[in-house]
């Protein structure tokens, strides 16, 4: 077994966790999320503890087991603190801004490039940073990727959108003919 799926959730005030069916539903302050369960996985909820099991012989469940109890201690996290991730902009003239809910993006191409949230996921701009926050921590990180993909850093200045801590390895481009080295013309 597992031993990410045999640690047990706790759950924090405020917080309720549903088992009905084949999904499980977390509800706290910030908002709701639902999960299905696969098949072999079993789910008992007993006071403020939530443990993840799994049927005995099935190799699918086992390979699941720890997933799925990620999955769901992360929901918990969602739906009481909410998900963050941060990108942010370098290169002269790159830009961002929020109109209404969309994220319009100036990095260095003929047009703006508008990003549209999916629901659940807002955007905020710092000095040169762009914020995305929701509940759903999956969501919050393809978002993250998506505006990331728009303008990937470039290896050689380094321009481009790129997450914050993010190192960039930098190659050294062209350099000086050698000096004295294989010739032209005799």
Excluded at 78 to 107: C, D, F, H
Excluded at 116 to 140: M, N, R
Aim: glycine share 16%; hydrophobic share 40%; net charge positive.
């Amino acid at each position: 077994m597992s031993r990410i799926g045999k640690a047990p959730i706790t759950i924090p005030s405020g917080v309720t966790i549903t088992h009905e069916g084949g999904s499980v539903v977390v509800k706290g302050p910030k908002g709701e999320l639902t999960m299905a369960i696969p098949g072999g996985i079993e789910l008992s909820i007993e006071g403020a503890i939530v443990e993840v099991k799994c049927k005995r012989g099935d190799t699918k469940s086992l390979a699941l087991h720890g997933l799925v109890r990620a999955n769901i201690a992360n929901m918990v996290v969602g739906v009481t603190n909410g998900w963050t991730k941060s990108l942010e902009l370098s290169g002269v003239g790159y830009r961002a801004a929020v109109s209404g809910t969309t994220l319009v993006l100036t990095v260095g191409f003929s047009h703006e490039v508008k990003i549209v949230p999916p629901a659940g996921i807002s955007f905020t701009i710092g000095e040169g940073k762009i914020v995305v926050s929701g509940i759903d921590k999956q969501l919050v990180g393809q978002v993250a990727a998506n505006i990331r993909s728009v303008k990937k850093p470039e290896p050689y200045k380094g321009k481009g959108i790129k997450y914050v801590g993010e190192h960039i390895r930098k190659k050294a481009g062209k350099s000086a003919k050698a000096i004295g080295g294989a010739g032209g013309a005799k």
